[in-house]
């Protein structure tokens, strides 16, 4: 379904990606890229999916207390929605993706592209389940950060085969190597959420 062209979304025309020669695939693609394939009987998946990363902003702001001063990077950003809404706290958030069209979306939302600024916060917000321990080293070495936020699947903990699994003590050697020490580290639903913070 195309949504209706009258009709926003974050600020954001519906028909950004639908024009009259280009079907959904775009679309359901970057929904996929997010949150896998749990919003495909909706016939407004994208607002769903914004739904429910206001709730997920709301919450790490929160918990990881972000003001109008704190820098913050979304790595695996998605479509942007949760950056949106950090946004309207602080105006120094940056979003990163892989996905080149992901990415597009973000700058089409007025999320500026992260080119390697120095941020207090990166988030990685069921991002690292597509990381081999030895992706997720590379990309820890890539950022220059105060204070990281992200959640994983531990070894034996799900049976989803598609998310990559860490053993605990994995995510304590990294912390380890980059100087983090561990603030938070407890079991969220089907996953494990954790908090680091710089050891000095």
């Known amino acids: 379904m195309i949504p209706s062209q009258g009709n926003t979304y974050g600020g954001l025309k519906r028909n950004y990606l639908h024009t009259p020669n280009k079907m959904t695939w775009d679309y359901q693609r970057m929904i996929r890229l997010t949150v896998g394939d749990m919003f495909d009987a909706s016939s407004e998946p994208l607002v769903e ?3 429910l990363k206001q709730q997920e902003s709301a919450m790490l702001i929160r918990l990881l207390g972000i003001r109008e001063t704190t820098r913050v990077l979304d790595y695996g950003a998605g479509m942007g929605f ?3 809404d950090i946004q309207k ?3 120094s958030v940056w979003t990163h ?3 080149p069209e992901c990415q597009r979306h973000c700058e089409h939302l007025g999320l500026p592209t992260w080119q ?3 941020v207090d916060w990166v988030i990685l917000k069921d991002v690292v389940e597509n990381f081999t321990p030895e992706e997720f080293d590379s990309m820890l070495d890539s950022v220059d950060t105060g204070s990281v936020f992200f959640n994983y699947y ?3 903990e799900t049976e989803d085969n598609t998310k990559k699994q860490f053993y605990p003590d994995q995510i304590d050697k990294l912390a380890e190597k980059y100087g983090y020490k561990t603030r938070l580290h407890e079991t969220r639903g089907s996953s494990r959420r954790v908090i680091w913070r710089p050891s000095s």
């Open 89 to 91: 706290v602080t105006p």
């Open 97 to 99: 993706n892989i996905d």
């Open 154 to 156: 531990a070894v034996g």
């Open 116 to 118: 390697g600024e120095q």
């Open 49 to 51: 999916l914004e739904k």
């Open 82 to 84: 949760m950056a949106m």
